[in-house]
């Protein structure tokens, strides 16, 4: 039972970042435009998209990963809660 808690510990870890990138993208995006029309008084908007979209397509893979490694991790753990409830069940009192 303590390899299950420590694997419930690290998927919490795992997920607890998860979210956190997924807001930090939510408030990248929501400043993003998804036209600008620009005359040469207004390029540091441009500039500014520009970084906007540097820094989510930095995120993103990160993201891709990290929600394949969460989802991977709680399948595993709730195969491991299964068998060990097997195996309980089929040891004899």
Do not use: C
């Not at 441009?46 to 399948?75: D, F, Y």
């Amino acid at each position: 039972m303590p390899s299950m808690f420590g694997l419930l510990v690290a998927w919490g870890i795992l997920t607890a970042i998860l979210v956190i990138l997924l807001i930090y993208k939510s408030t990248l995006t929501m400043h993003e435009d998804d036209q600008i029309f620009l005359n040469e008084s207004e390029s540091h908007m441009e500039r500014e998209q520009v970084e906007i979209l540097r820094k989510v397509n930095k995120i993103t893979p990160i993201l891709k990963v990290l929600g394949a490694l969460s989802g991977a991790m709680i399948l595993v753990i709730a195969g491991l809660f299964i068998y060990q409830g097997l195996m309980m069940a089929s040891t004899p009192q």
